[in-house]
């Protein structure tokens, strides 16, 4: 068809700033369809384009997705004096709150500006935007500065803006942490969130701004990541990432999303059991990629091997949303001086927000 199912349905990611033999080989060997850069992976732009050009000559693919979460504020893996920094959606949704269409408009801005940073170095997929909803009570790891409000609303709406701007880049988002991440009172880094709120209260709040966004003409250009975390009133037992109720019956049901849906990263302490079990775990919930990073060379090759080939659905999904990627028409804005002109109009727009 499209090859991809020639691929492990599995996003990894690598130790430091170039591909070892080691992970060459096993990169070679396995062929996942996904690679993301963190922090430790990025030193200069140069080095990253040529890390990025080494894993997809690795596992044969050209096209192969590269990701990397640039949400701007504190999860940013590109920083300065090296890379540009871009303010937290927090920022943005300041500004919104005192001149809505400002406010949309300087975060799509942003988001524009930060895709063709990543394009520059063949970076095609951005882990964002976060559409989560704080409840009052959301832990600081995301409710501190990484949300945009408390409305579900303006969330959509500024989570609109975000996608809109990566496309324009030719930069694919991805919308977290599906089906809503701002209702948990723990990091899910470190714990399993449990959020016991009736699924009606849910719908109005938490979900509305996913499927507000799978209901755009984006539709399956967006990919989305899906939550480790359980949702009492849906599925008791397991949490969203591996639970195949609430990927029929809300993420593919209720929202309509229908782009490619990721599990947010298998190495996290929320999840229990061995990597082979959550991988077979986050498979059988209905995820179309899963993903592990940060973890000892052993447990990717683990991952790795037991790890099933891209289904034929998630194939067309991936082939679709890459396809929409380099059809989004590109704003023309690609030259440094208009890049820099378009970085003051933002920084001015920021501007009012802090004097209004």
């Known amino acids: 068809m499209n090859g991809w199912q020639d691929m492990k349905a599995i996003i990894v990611d690598a130790a430091g700033t170039e591909l070892t033999a080691e992970e060459r080989a096993l990169f070679a060997a396995e062929k996942p369809a996904g690679f993301i850069l963190f922090k430790r992976n990025c030193v200069s732009k ?8 080494s894993v997809r000559e690795a596992v044969g693919r050209a096209d192969l997705p590269v990701l990397i979460d640039q949400e701007g504020g504190t999860v940013a893996r590109l920083r300065a004096p090296e890379f540009r920094e871009y303010p937290a959606a927090k920022l943005f949704g300041e500004l919104a709150q005192q001149e809505t269409a400002q406010g949309i408009e300087a975060t799509r801005m942003s988001a524009y500006l930060m895709a063709l940073d990543l394009a520059d170095m063949g970076i095609t997929v951005n882990c964002a935007p976060v559409v989560d909803v704080p409840a009052p009570d959301c832990h600081e790891f995301l409710s501190a500065s990484r949300t945009f409000s408390d409305s579900p609303d ?3 709406q500024l989570g609109e803006a975000v996608c809109r701007g990566l496309l324009a880049g030719q930069v694919t988002p991805v919308m ?15 714990g399993l969130p449990v959020v016991d709120v009736p699924a009606d209260v ?9 499927k507000y966004l799978a209901q755009t003409n984006m539709k399956t250009a967006l990919w989305a990541m899906a939550a480790h975390v359980v949702y009492s009133s849906l599925d008791s037992d397991s949490a969203a990432t591996v639970s195949a109720r609430v990927t029929r019956d809300v993420i593919r ?3 309509g999303f229908d782009g490619v849906l990721i599990a947010d990263d298998i190495s996290m302490k929320a ?6 079990d959550r991988v077979a775990r986050t498979m059988a919930a209905g995820m179309d990629l899963t993903m592990i990073c940060n973890a000892p060379f ?8 037991a790890t099933p080939k891209v289904s034929a659905e998630a194939a067309q999904r991936i082939a679709e949303a890459e396809r929409q990627r380099m059809a989004f028409p590109a704003s023309g804005n690609d030259n440094g001086g208009a890049r820099e002109a378009l970085h003051e109009k933002l920084a001015a727009l920021l501007q009012q927000r802090k004097t209004g």
């Open 202 to 210: 849910l719908s109005r709040t938490d979900f509305k701004p996913f």
């Open 46 to 53: 140069q080095q990253v384009s040529d890390l990025v050009a």
């Open 154 to 156: 303006m969330v959509g």
């Open 253 to 255: 049901g209720d929202m």
């Open 271 to 276: 999840l229990g059991g061995t990597i082979e």
């Open 176 to 190: 977290k942490h599906i089906p809503g991440h701002g209702r948990a009172r723990v990091d899910s880094h470190f």
């Open 298 to 305: 052993e447990e990717r090759a683990q991952a790795l091997a």
